[in-house]
């Protein structure tokens, strides 16, 4: 079956980093668009970036471009977030998705569980 | 503000049918496929209406997705105590290239 789990989640200061990963199995990951999803608390869905099966098309949100990099290794059928200069209002649940087609957004058909980062001094 | 609007809350009796509009413009709906997503309280979204109108497999027929022009409305008729969520839709949006979602809308069985 299909599974989706994020980690690297937790506590980081304004203006530092961090990167999340996200493990696929249960599917061939190279052959799929996956995307980036985040929940502030209390908040409506926003999502963030996809990557496409190779990696060579990506896309971001205005809110964060130039400061999150989406990247994924089909080898170890994983997904990456790295994320700098974060900011208090990047605190959110971080969910990995898997786009179904028609690529690049036919629709988020698997997520995983999400991962909770703090932005906080 | 969300590129995407829909009605903050929607509520209705067991049995009864709800309807849940989505409204955007020409670079998302009215030129992409609309998806719709239901959240239950602490758990991760869910699919449950892609391309307009297909159901993925598994979930019930009582939900059913629908487009024209720049709207899409999703119902869910003979609801039930555990239809209570959050739904969200969603489309590419050609002019951002990105996606967008709506802001959700709360459904409370009364």
């Known amino acids: 079956q299909v599974q989706l789990v994020e980690s690297g989640g937790g506590l980081v200061k304004p203006g530092g980093s961090l990167r999340l990963s996200c493990a696929a199995s249960?599917?061939?990951?190279?052959?799929?668009?996956m995307s980036w999803i985040r929940q502030a608390p209390g908040e409506g869905l926003e999502w963030l970036s996809c990557?496409?099966?190779?990696?060579?098309?990506?896309f971001y949100a205005d809110s964060v471009k130039g400061r999150f990099t989406v990247s994924r290794d089909n080898a170890k059928n994983s997904l990456y977030l790295q994320m700098n200069s974060l900011r208090a209002e990047d605190t959110a649940v971080y969910y990995c998705?898997?786009?179904?087609?028609?690529?690049?957004?036919?629709?988020?058909?698997?997520w995983g569980q999400g991962t909770l980062v703090t932005v906080s001094s | 503000q969300s590129v995407l609007t829909q009605p903050p809350s929607a509520s209705g009796t067991p049995g009864q049918r709800v309807t849940i509009s989505c409204s955007g413009s020409?670079?998302?709906?009215?030129?992409?496929?609309v998806n719709w997503y239901q959240q239950l309280p602490g758990t991760a979204p869910k699919l449950l209406i892609y391309?307009?109108?297909q159901r993925p497999s598994g979930v019930p027929d009582r939900f059913s997705g629908s487009k024209s022009g720049t709207s899409a409305s999703l119902a869910i008729s003979g609801l039930q105590s555990e239809d209570e969520a959050d739904y969200y839709c969603?489309?590419?949006?050609?002019?951002?290239?990105?996606?967008?979602f709506g802001p959700g809308t709360k459904v409370t069985v009364l």
């Open positions: 990557i496409s099966s190779s990696g060579s098309t990506i």
């Open positions: 998705a898997r786009d179904s087609p028609p690529s690049p957004w036919g629709g988020a058909d698997y």
């Open positions: 020409s670079s998302n709906i009215g030129s992409n496929p």
């Open positions: 391309n307009n109108d």
């Open positions: 969603a489309a590419w949006d050609d002019s951002l290239s990105g996606c967008v």
């Open positions: 249960g599917f061939s990951f190279s052959d799929y668009y």
